[in-house]
């Protein structure tokens, strides 16, 4: 005594296909304005850190700085993002990452 399914007539395959394109389509608008926006709220300003601190920062630096040029190329940056637990979805990410951390140079320095 099962009632046969009607799908709504308005409801056709096609109009499911547009519907999902679309959904995918603002899915990766959002997901680009989040990567875009990422970094917008953090400013670098003057700050008391502790010397144990510095020298910290300064020793992990080193650690990652393998060729020891004093930068961190976007090999070593993206090894000690890694060791952190920081991933990234894909190489474009990192690579706007990057340029963000080295404002646009080629190298990260430890300043």
Known sequence: NRVAYNAPSDKTSDAIDVAWAKLLD??????????????????KSEASVP??????????????????????NPVEFKAALSAIGIPFKDEDAFTATFTKVSEGGANINKD
């Open 51 to 72: 010397k144990e601190k510095l020298d910290e920062f300064a020793e992990a630096f080193k650690h990652f700085d393998t060729d020891k040029d004093g930068f961190l």
């Open 26 to 43: 603002a899915e990766k608008e959002r997901g680009k304005a989040v990567r875009d926006n990422m970094f917008k709220f953090i400013t």
